[in-house]
């Protein structure tokens, strides 16, 4: 059967569109399931938010594999992930609400511009940013490397440095998921790339709280 080439970029350009708005549905059922971990888990013990921190990464890779075989089960997963990474980060996210609960405000809101500005970019843009994204990788690493340091030695504003180099690394992180989203195809990986958005929102989110409250994390 003969298929004419514009009815061919038809069919690409609506794929990518139901890609994108799954992916993006996924991404705010998994805020929302994020937000429910966080309320359950406000008066948990930063030892329970470290074993939610390794449940979530756990989550994660077996994600990966069940992505492959069920976008169903994949979904499910998305959902423990989200609600495993809210009880993680809920004594921080606790801790402002409690001190200062403007700055959670502010920092959502500027998650929200950066998200979208840089998810703008990666996903118009024509220009292939594997390159950069190597390059963020790696800077991703060496910037883990650094908030180890931070732990046990003393550099002057060191938690100020630390999350500026991380929304520089996560814009390039951003800008690469958001591309590999418009290129995709592939209807059932919106739930892994869901839960990559997503986590790139998440750091993005902390390192705007170590900003806007000068680094008292």
Do not use: C
């Amino acid at each position: 059967m003969y298929t004419s080439p514009a009815y061919q970029g038809y069919a690409t350009r609506d794929q990518t569109a139901t890609l994108f708005g799954q992916t993006m549905g996924l991404v705010a059922l998994t805020a929302a399931v994020f937000a429910l971990g966080a309320y359950a888990g406000r008066h948990l013990s930063e030892g329970a938010a470290i074993v939610a921190w390794i449940g979530a990464f756990v989550v994660l890779m077996i994600m990966n594999f069940a992505a492959r075989k069920s976008a169903a089960l994949a979904t499910v997963l998305l959902v423990v992930f989200g609600i495993l990474l809210g009880v993680a980060a809920a004594p921080t996210l606790f801790w402002y609400g409690s001190t200062d609960p403007q700055i959670l405000w502010q920092s959502g809101g500027a998650t929200a511009l950066f998200i979208a500005v840089f998810g703008a970019i990666g996903y118009t843009t024509r220009r292939d940013l594997s390159v950069i994204l190597r390059f963020a990788f790696f800077a991703l690493i060496a910037l883990l490397i650094f908030g180890i340091v931070l732990i046990f030695i003393h550099i002057p504003h060191g938690s100020l440095i630390y999350a500026i180099l991380g929304l520089v690394i996560f814009a390039a992180l951003t800008m690469g998921d958001f591309q590999r989203l418009r290129r995709s195809k592939d209807v059932t990986s919106a739930p892994l790339m869901a839960a990559s958005i997503f986590l790139d929102a998440l750091n993005v989110f902390l390192f705007f709280l170590r900003i806007f409250g000068g680094g008292r994390d």
